[in-house]
Nanobody, 115 residues
Framework: QVQLVESGGGLVQPGGSLRLSCAASRIIFSIYATGWYRQAPGKERELVARIPSSGSTFYADSVKGRFTISRDNAKNTVYLQMNSLKPEDTAVYYC?????????WGQGTRVTVSS
């Protein structure tokens, strides 16, 4: 059974940084497109950033220039470096892996940006 384990969330002050990680197991990680989504209270889940198995990355306008998505296929891990965090970045962040009809989600990690 595929497993995605997220880590790195927490409480941070505005302007601070966090790095999220999502480690996958029992999967041919390198062929999957990987992404990070987030869901704030009372809002729908939204795509934050996406990195395909090959090709260019995508970022939501709200995070461009502040967040960086990367992946390490040797470690079966996708990362989200979040800098200059704002209160509006507060949400539960989910990693996502997609290939053809296969679609997997992590359990979510909470990020709270508050002073």
């Amino acid at each position: 059974q595929v497993q995605l384990v997220e880590s790195g969330g927490g409480l941070v002050q505005p302007g601070g940084s966090l790095r999220l990680s999502c480690a996958a197991s029992r999967i041919i990680f390198s062929i999957y497109a990987t992404g990070w989504y987030r869901q704030a209270p009372g809002k729908e889940r939204e795509l934050v950033a996406r990195i395909p198995s090959s090709g260019s990355t995508f970022y939501a306008d709200s995070v461009k220039g502040r967040f960086t998505i990367s992946r390490d296929n040797a470690k079966n891990t996708v990362y989200l470096q979040m800098n200059s965090l704002k209160p509006e970045d507060t949400a539960v962040y989910y990693c996502n892996l997609v290939y053809a009809s296969s679609n997997y989600w992590g359990q979510g990690t909470r990020v709270t940006v508050s002073s």
